[in-house]
């Protein structure tokens, strides 16, 4: 059995500096929540 866990978005603003770099640009959101 395969069990998926993630969450229903990746681009929160909410997030940078707690999950992204602060410095991260919008467009590198969806790269860096894939590593």
């Known amino acids: ?3 998926w866990i993630g969450t229903s978005g990746f681009q929160y603003a909410e997030w940078k500096g707690n999950f992204y770099p602060e410095d991260l640009p919008a467009a ?4 860096f929540y894939a590593e």
Do not use: A, G
Not at 28 to 31: D, E, F, N
């Open 28 to 31: 590198k959101m969806l790269p």
């Open 1 to 3: 059995m395969n069990l």
